[in-house]
């Protein structure tokens, strides 16, 4: 059976051209591409046969899906998804059961090579992968099974990226991110807990306009999207450089809306096109909504210290220790020492402290002696 | 006062700072104490009050370019000091600092048990650094490239520059930018806890050797007893 383009999904649903070329320069501008590359991007959606594709979910909670079927453009949700995931995706598709394994087979073989491998979650590897099975087969298999013959595999979001919130400590279940378990393959990362729905919609769309993964930076994840920082796409940010900041959520300075930092807002640390892209549709972002940033497209952002604070507890300290306390601690500790140190200088050492005294006297009478 | 035997020494005047190692030992510790200062005013922004439009106030703005000014100060002074140990006299070297000699280890204990433990024993004074001194200032060179490492790292997002992006790598080796600036803060104790040690030990040293060790960063010159030079000869470090 041959693949249908975009452009023919998009006219059997309904969509008038207009509303395609629309489509078409949103992702456009999403991805940062100038304006002539519109009708590149218009031109690869008419002609291209759409990508087959296999979205497989593990240990997460779907709000990838969630976000990516909610971003701003119906025709997101509805071809993109629809069709792609029409192979296999567990929460979307209409078979279940052995029809559905049937459908996974049928497109890992079909498409061999071909396929792009969607993942959404991390893949258990305590107690031999109990914790996540699907069909009578542990994530890993199903995972290596169907990255053998992928084109390119997608990480969506923080837990295909870097196991989020079940990798915390102690991570009970070892959940692990997807790189570390597919070797030999492209993956893109994308990480965000969900990521942002056009965000997700942008790195399909660069596949299929240019048939290749978009640049990616050192961590694997494109360029296009996250090679800024939210601090410095923040709206907020004149207030950080003025030294302004909110001092507690009701305070004057929240009213005032001004910067969040003292409030522990992570987007000093965190790369994501939040600032930019927002979400829902443009409406807001976290900070617009008087709240700081969490860091959750960054590794590990559970466990780096806690969400409504700057200060980071000192890892092996206990929870209440931040660096500085201990800093202090060891300052005082240090001037003690020093202290008793002196001390005892002056008794251990007073036969050599006295003599040099002594000499310098002597030495001082000398010179003042009557001639 | 009882009457006793006095020892006048006859002290002679000893070249020991190159005007180098001075101007880089006081360059060092100005940018080091400014680094500190902005450094904790990054961490935790003083609470001002205002009321004056966000526009016409640049605070937090001019700490960190302090702190980024500063920052490039103590990179490139740090290079030549670098540098400096491989063409600067004895006193300089880079032997000074990393161990290569058995007698280093020696020292380092004598040093221990002298003015550490405070045990009687032959008096050592070295000349320049002692070795203890010498392996601790290697520790704060490491400190040094931490800090640059991580304080770069976290500086390249917002440079266009050649130099700071040659450290890119950092933060994704070390765990994200949330890892990176821990590391950075954490190490700034370090500083700290070195320089209240460092301060006290001069006072201490010259306090009890008489050679003055407080003025010769000024001068670049200690007060060496005669005796020194007969004696102590080849022995010395
Ligand atoms: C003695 C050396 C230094 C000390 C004591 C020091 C101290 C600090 C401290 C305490 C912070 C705040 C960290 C936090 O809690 O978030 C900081 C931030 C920072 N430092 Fe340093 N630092 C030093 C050297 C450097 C160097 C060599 C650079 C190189 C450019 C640098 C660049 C930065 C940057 C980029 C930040 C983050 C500022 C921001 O994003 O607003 N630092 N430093
Ligand atoms: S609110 Fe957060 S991201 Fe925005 S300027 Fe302040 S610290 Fe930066």
Redesign the pocket.
Known sequence: MQQPTYYEEVLRKGYSRRDFLKFATMMAAFMGLEGTAIGQVAKALETRRRLPVIWLHFQECTCCSESFIRSSHPIVADILLDQISLDYTETLMAASGFQAEAAMRDTIKRYNGEYILCVEGSVPMEADGVYCMIGGKTAMQVLEEAAEGAKAIIAWGSCACSGCVQAAKPNPTSATPIHKLVKGKPIIKVPGCPPIGEVMAGVIVHLVTFDRIPELDNLGRPKAFYSKRV?DTCYRRPFYDAGLYVESFDDENAKKGYCLYKMGCKG?VTYNACGVTKWNGGTSFPIQSGHGCIGCSEENYWDNGRLYE???SFAGFGIEST?DKIGAIALGATTAALLGHAVMTNVRKHKMIYDLEEEGRADEQQLNAEP | MKKKYLHIHRLRRVYVWELPVRFYHWLNAA??IA??I???Y???PLALVSHQEAAFRYT?GWV?FI??A???I??FNFLFRIYWGFVGNKYAGWKQFIPTSKRFFREMWQVFKIDILMLKGKEYMSVGHNAMAGLIYFFTFI??GI??L??????SV?SRWWL?RL?AWVPSVLGGESMT??I??W??WF??LFVVIHVYLVFYHDYIEGRGEMSSMGGGWKFIEEEAFIKDHNDEL
């Open positions: 601090h000093p700057r200060a980071s660096a | 940018s080091i680094l500190i902005t450094g904790f990054i961490a935790n937090t960190r702190h980024f500063a920052a490039y103590f990179f400190a040094f800090q640059c991580t304080g770069f790292g976290l500086y917002t700071p450290f600036r821990q950075h803060h190490t700034m500083f700290i």
